[in-house]
């Protein structure tokens, strides 16, 4: 003989197939924890004393008496939960779309809201709800009713960022990238090359605070800085680094108004022909070019940034030579010609620093030279070497290759150098009009603003 259940489950199925008009075998089964052979069998012997002796039955209230004025919210339950008091339309449909965007977020704060409410919305309870997003029931409840009463506003609220902190954190950035900027034998650490650990090291020792390999890296990753562009570019291995670099700054610091300082490079050579670079495009749609081409011709420009007045002055060369060089001295000494001393900076190549420019200058400060052309004295202040990341003209020049040679297919040189005098005219004329130093003109989108600083990188290494 089959097994007799508890009184209490088979008052509980009693319960279930007088609340239902078609009796679901499986889940009253799983409800009641039994086998769906067993409801069957008690379904059968119901059915049978229902039809001889109904009267005779339990009644609900006395089945459940407790939960006899709510059993009719239960009548087509399959189970016996409780429902949950907020179920009643919680969300508004105009919050829906951004609660459904929240809840596919990686932020974890925004999945826990997004899941709480729509949670709430299904009628789910409190301390199941909690127990899904692992936070204490109070806190889902307080979210809920708040939601409730304000809307999503409560949940978009934004902390004041502390003044203090925001500019300690500016400084530590900078500190850091002024020390990449040097090696790290500098800093009495046998690396030829810097790696996070002796950066933190070193930063302690140098600034007497302590900066995490963690919080270090991130600083970096923001900068748009990697460890491998810091081994290729940002690292000039001269001796006198700190002095070339402290003697530019001490000159930039006391510029009179009669004076001017000058940052010197070439832009090339490079082949006239179509170029790649990045560009709007529709959709998939992918731009290309052909990789071997006829040249249409080749062109170096030589240029001048002023650093106080943000002018450049340019002309085009045949070669990267010394006589260049002479050349744009002469042209910038009759360009300049009331003022009282103008400055040369530039790299270390050799045609920078050829005796035949350095007697060339001797010439010009001479007294004599000076009495019959009345041109300013010249005084050089090259920077360290492999410190093209200082060489304020460079950002210039990561401008004008964006907006005028990237994506061109100019059909001659003449019209290439008529794009590149156009840019430079209408870079000088807005200097000319806002006279302030800044950086990202409509025309460049220069990577830096113009004005010399240690911690700029001016040369963007891609394009070239």
Not at 58 to 79: G, L, Q, R, Y
Not at 295 to 300: D, H, P, V
Not at 411 to 433: G, H, M, P, W
Not at 449 to 462: G, H, I, V, Y
Request: aromatic share 10%.
């Amino acid at each position: 003989m089959a097994n007799r259940i508890s009184t209490k489950k088979a008052k509980r199925l009693i319960f279930l197939l007088r609340s239902t008009e078609l009796m679901r075998i499986k889940p009253a089964a799983k409800s009641l924890g039994l086998s769906r052979n067993t409801v069957r069998r008690y379904l059968r012997t119901y059915l049978s004393a229902k039809s001889v002796c109904e009267d005779r039955l339990p009644t609900d209230e006395e089945i459940f008496p407790p939960f006899s004025k709510t059993s009719v919210h239960s009548k087509n339950k399959m189970h016996l939960k409780k429902e949950c008091k907020w179920k009643s339309n919680l969300l508004n449909e105009s919050d829906l779309e951004q609660i459904l965007q929240w809840k596919k977020s990686k932020d974890k704060r925004k999945w826990d809201w997004a899941i709480t409410l729509l949670s709430a919305q299904e009628g789910m309870q409190i301390k199941d709800i909690a127990k899904k997003v692992e936070r204490h029931p109070d806190t889902v409840k307080e979210w809920i009713m708040n939601y409730s009463k304000k809307g999503l506003s409560v949940f978009q609220k934004h902390r004041k960022a502390n003044e203090a902190i925001q500019l300690n954190i500016i400084s530590k950035k900078e500190n850091l990238i002024k020390l990449i900027h040097e090696t790290p034998q500098l800093h009495g650490i046998n690396r030829t090359s810097w790696g996070v650990q002796s950066l933190s090291d070193a930063y302690r020792n140098h600034y007497g605070s302590s900066l995490s390999k963690s919080s270090l890296s991130e600083y970096l990753k923001k900068e748009g800085y990697s460890f491998k562009k810091a081994r290729e570019v940002l690292t000039s291995p001269d001796p006198l680094f700190r002095e070339k670099l402290d003697k530019i700054k001490s000159i930039l610091s006391n510029l009179k108004p009669n004076e001017k300082f000058f940052s010197v490079d070439e832009f090339g050579p490079f082949a006239v022909k179509m170029k790649g670079g990045r560009s709007l495009t529709k959709g998939n749609e992918v731009k290309s070019y052909p990789q071997i081409q006829r040249s249409k011709g080749c062109l170096i420009c030589t240029a001048a940034l002023e650093l106080s007045t943000n002018q450049i002055t340019h002309f085009y060369s045949l070669k990267k030579n010394t006589k260049e060089m002479i050349r744009l001295l002469e042209v910038l000494i009759q360009e300049y010609v009331n003022e009282e001393r103008i400055y040369f900076s530039w790299d270390a190549a050799s045609w920078h620093a050829s005796k035949e420019l350095y007697s060339k200058i001797e010439e010009i400060n001479s007294d004599d030279y000076k009495k019959i052309n009345k041109s300013p004295f010249v005084e050089l202040a090259p920077l360290p070497a492999s410190a093209q990341f200082l060489n304020v003209i460079e950002s210039v020049f990561s401008g004008l290759a964006k907006s005028v040679i990237h994506n061109s297919n100019y059909q001659s040189v003449e019209e290439a150098k008529k794009a590149i005098d156009t840019y430079f005219s209408e870079r000088n004329l807005n200097f000319k009009k806002n006279p302030k130093r800044a950086g990202k003109m409509i025309w460049g989108n220069e990577r830096v603003a113009p004005s010399f600083s240690e911690t700029n990188n001016c040369k963007d290494p891609a394009w070239r």
